[in-house]
């Protein structure tokens, strides 16, 4: 019977914590599509590239294409 | 005892049937995209912000952007050439915003001037029905208002090119 109660319990947290979930529709993304959006800081970052293609002769693969809006 | 048990068995049976179909009406009611050969909503049913123009017998693409997104940009001048070349022979071309901002908008068109028609949707009503997968995304519909064709996302020249194919196709 204690059993059931908890299980109960563990249920109702469950689908408690279940509702902060949403899916973000594709023409809601305007805020994820902002810069400021963009993790790290894109000043630093861009003299960090600059850094590694003069010394390393390396550049690239700091981020992924389409940007924060998911878009096409 | 038995028959309580019996009672029981139903009584969960049902209630699980019950809900099997109130689950597969919400999928049935989430899962339905519009596709070619339906007929594309009412424009004049939502609510939208700017004058509905009148499609009747009318070839019309309906493109859903926001200034917040990149092909758009690029789609805008694609499809301003296009309505240039085809509105004498029955285009209409209708770009349906769906900004939280107008002002976002404005900006967008200062940026990408067009001169075919632009509407609002603020209250995201129209978009939320149609449930467009991706920005931007627009359908072409025929001269009785059914889809025709539908476009996902704007690829520079593979879109234009399309577009002009099914354009000229549907204006014969």
Same mark, same amino acid.
């Given at each position: ?34 810069? *400021?959006? *963009?993790?790290?800081?894109?000043? !630093? ?21 389409? !940007? ?5 | ?12 049976? &049902?209630? +699980? $049937? +019950? ?31 700017? $004058?509905?123009?009148? $499609?009747?017998?009318?070839?019309? =693409? ?26 004498? &022979?029955?285009?209409? %071309? %209708?770009? +349906?915003?769906?900004? &939280? ?16 028609? %632009?509407?609002?949707?603020? #209250?995201?009503? =129209?978009?939320?029905?149609?449930? %467009?997968? $991706? ?11 059914? +889809? ?6 704007? &690829? #520079? ?16």
């Amino acid at each position: 019977m204690k059993n059931r109660h908890l299980l109960l319990l563990a249920l109702m947290a469950a689908a408690g914590l279940l509702t902060g979930c949403a899916n973000v529709q594709p023409w809601e993304r305007g805020n994820l599509a902002d810069p *400021t959006m *963009t993790a790290g800081n894109p000043l !630093g970052s861009s003299m960090s590239e600059h850094m590694w293609f003069s010394r390393e002769a390396a550049s690239g693969g700091g981020g992924v294409g389409g !940007g924060g809006c998911g878009c096409n | 005892m038995n028959t309580s048990y019996h009672k029981k068995n139903m009584t969960k049976t &049902k209630l +699980i $049937t +019950i809900m099997a179909v109130q689950l597969f009406g919400a999928f049935l009611a989430m899962a339905a995209p519009l596709k070619e050969g339906d007929a594309f909503p009412d424009l004049t049913q939502f609510g939208l912000e700017g $004058t509905v123009p009148d $499609t009747h017998g009318k070839v019309v =693409l309906v493109d859903f952007f926001a200034s917040w997104c990149h092909p758009c940009q690029e789609s805008f001048p694609a499809m301003e050439e296009l309505y240039k070349q085809y509105a004498g &022979k029955g285009l209409v %071309i %209708i770009a +349906i915003n769906v900004d &939280k901002n107008k002002a976002d908008m404005d900006d967008f068109l200062k940026a990408h001037p067009a001169s075919f028609v %632009i509407l609002r949707d603020a #209250g995201t009503k =129209l978009v939320s029905q149609v449930k %467009i997968p $991706t920005m931007p995304s627009s359908f072409l519909l025929d001269r009785d208002g059914k +889809i025709h064709a539908f476009h996902k996302g704007f &690829k #520079g020249d593979e879109t234009r090119k399309q577009y002009t194919e099914e354009i000229e196709a549907l204006l014969k």
